[in-house]
Nanobody
């Protein structure tokens, strides 16, 4: 069974940086596209960033382009999200997600890590 475990969340002031990490086990990591999503209180979960299985292609929500960077290490089965120039509106629970590269939907999720940005 695939397991995804996020870490790196916390409290940071506006303008600061955080790096989230997700460690994946139980499946061949390089067969999976990986994504980061977030859910703020009272809002629906939204896509933040994604990486194809090879890492050659990445995608970002417009709200984080130029500030966040997704990266993966297939040898270590990890995917990171570097978040710079954080804003209070980035406050949310951040989730790591995986989808097999032949699928279109994310099917495996981590438990989430809280990111709080103070103004």
């Amino acid at each position: 069974q695939m397991q995804l475990v996020e870490s790196g969340g916390g409290l940071v002031q506006a303008g600061g940086s955080l790096r989230l990490s997700c460690v994946v086990s139980g499946r061949t990591f390089s067969n999976y596209d990986m994504g980061w999503f977030r859910q703020a209180p009272g809002k629906e979960r939204e896509f933040v960033a994604g990486s194809t299985w090879s890492g050659d292609n990445t995608d970002y929500a417009d709200s984080v382009k130029g500030r966040f960077t997704i990266s993966r290490d297939n040898a270590k089965s990890t995917v990171d999200l570097q978040m710079n120039s954080l804003k209070p509106e980035d406050t949310a629970v951040y989730y790591c997600a995986a989808r097999h590269r032949v699928l279109t939907e994310y099917t495996n999720w981590g438990q989430g890590t809280q990111v709080t940005v103070s103004s």
